[in-house]
């Protein structure tokens, strides 16, 4: 079965570091549009960061553009979310989604959900 496994998350203070990973398995990865969502307590689940699955090209929430960056692995079947200048306002459960269409990214409906990983950020 699909498999999609994040870790990378932790506790950081305001202005520093993480580097979130999801390792997906039970798929051709190359063939899906990889992206990053987050939830915060008591909010709606939103979009991160997304890559596409054949040119790559990368799409970011205005919150984050400058201070995020997503990449892709395909011979590792790895996507990732290098995280800088991290405020806490970023602190949220932050989800690996995996889809074949990238209408599918944009309507908040993947084929495949990872299991989340918390990120909180003090002040």
């Known amino acids: 079965q699909v498999q999609l496994v994040e870790s990378g998350g932790g506790l950081v203070q305001a202005g520093g570091s993480l580097r979130l990973s999801c390792v997906a398995s039970?798929?051709?990865?190359?063939?899906?549009?990889m992206a990053w969502f987050r939830q915060a307590p008591g909010k709606e689940r939103e979009f991160v960061a997304a890559?596409?699955?054949?040119?790559?090209?990368?799409y970011y929430a205005d919150s984050v553009k400058g201070r995020f960056t997503i990449s892709r692995a395909n011979a590792k079947n790895t996507v990732s979310l290098q995280m800088n200048s991290l405020k806490p306002e970023d602190t949220a459960v932050y989800y690996c989604?995996?889809?074949?269409?990238?209408?599918?990214?944009?309507?908040?409906?993947?084929?495949?959900w990872g299991q989340g990983t918390q990120v909180t950020v003090s002040s």
């Open positions: 039970g798929l051709t990865f190359s063939r899906y549009h």
């Open positions: 890559v596409s699955r054949i040119t790559g090209n990368t």
């Open positions: 989604a995996a889809a074949r269409d990238y209408s599918n990214i944009s309507g908040f409906e993947p084929d495949y």
